[in-house]
C-alpha cells in the first residue's frame, strides 16, 4: 500500500512559479512510475505529466510542455513539479498518482493508476 501526499500549491498571478512536491509512504517509489494529473472544476482530471522508474525522459502533456518540469528523488521518496510560467488556465487542484504497472501506452490514463494522494489546489490570477 502506497500513501501519496501532495504539497506545494497556492495562490500566484499569471508568470509566477511554484513546486509542488509528493511524497510516498508505506512504500519505495524507487520501481514505480509516478505522474501528476490535475482537474479543474467541472471537468475530467487530465494527465499532466508521468516520470518512469529511470527517471530519464518525463512525459508531458503538450499544454505544460516547456513549462513544467517533473522530477524525482529515490532517496527521499519524493517527486516534484516544478511549475513555470503559470497562467490562469494552470488553475485546478493537482493530484500524484503512483503505479508499477504503467508503461508508455497507458500513462496518460487516470484510470490505469491505483494510488492517489488528496490533491492539492493552485489558482493562478490574471
Known amino acids: 500500500q502506497v500513501h501519496l501526499e501532495e504539497s506545494g500549491g497556492g495562490l500566484v498571478q499569471a508568470g509566477d512559479s511554484l513546486r509542488l512536491s509528493c511524497t510516498a509512504a508505506?512504500?519505495?517509489?524507487?520501481?514505480?512510475?509516478m505522474a501528476w494529473f490535475r482537474q479543474a472544476p467541472g471537468k475530467e482530471r487530465d494527465f499532466v505529466a508521468a516520470i518512469f522508474r529511470t527517471g530519464y525522459n518525463p512525459y508531458y502533456a503538450n499544454s505544460v510542455k516547456g513549462r513544467f518540469t517533473m522530477s524525482r528523488d529515490n532517496a527521499k521518496n519524493t517527486v516534484y513539479l516544478q511549475m513555470d510560467s503559470l497562467k490562469p488556465e494552470d488553475t485546478a487542484v493537482y493530484y500524484c498518482?503512483?503505479?508499477?504497472?504503467?508503461?508508455?501506452?497507458?500513462?496518460?490514463?487516470?484510470?490505469?493508476?491505483?494510488?492517489w494522494g488528496q490533491g492539492t489546489q493552485v489558482t493562478v490570477s490574471s
Open positions: 498518482a503512483a503505479d508499477s504497472r504503467i508503461i508508455l501506452s497507458s500513462v496518460r490514463g487516470a484510470e490505469n493508476y491505483d494510488y
Open positions: 508505506g512504500s519505495t517509489i524507487s520501481r514505480t512510475t
